[in-house]
Nanobody, 113 residues
Framework: QVQLVESGGGLVQPGGSLRLSCAAS????????MGWYRQAPGKERELVAL??????HYADSVKGRFFISRDNAKNTVYLQMNSLKPEDTAVYYC????????WGQGTHVTVSS
């Protein structure tokens, strides 16, 4: 079993930055993929970024603005979000894949002036 707890969401003005954290507990290893997804109101959940053994992948909409990283000693994955836009407003979910897919409870990010 894996438990994921996200933190770091909030309200930020356009152009601002936020860093999301996802602390994982349970049987998870650096070779397991971890990622961030988001779901805006009325839209489907979409992949934002993922990381696995140093490999990273980003959605086109966030390339060059968002950066995913991982501290394996702390079993924590981060999402640094820069140059935030109103369209980045969503609930952000952490995901980990072992033999199953696990989700955190989500953290709200609102980008508004």
């Amino acid at each position: 079993q894996v438990q994921l707890v996200e933190s770091g969401g909030g309200l930020v003005q356009p152009g601002g930055s936020l860093r999301l954290s996802c602390a994982a507990s349970g049987s998870i290893f650096s070779s397991n993929a971890m990622g961030w997804y988001r779901q805006a109101p009325g839209k489907e959940r979409e992949l934002v970024a993922l990381i696995r053994s140093g490999y990273t992948h980003y959605a086109d909409s966030v390339k060059g603005r968002f950066f995913i990283s991982r501290d394996n000693a702390k079993n924590t994955v981060y999402l640094q979000m820069n140059s935030l836009k109103p369209e980045d407003t969503a609930v952000y979910y952490c995901n980990a894949v072992t033999t199953k897919s696990y989700w955190g409870q989500g953290t709200h990010v609102t980008v508004s002036s």
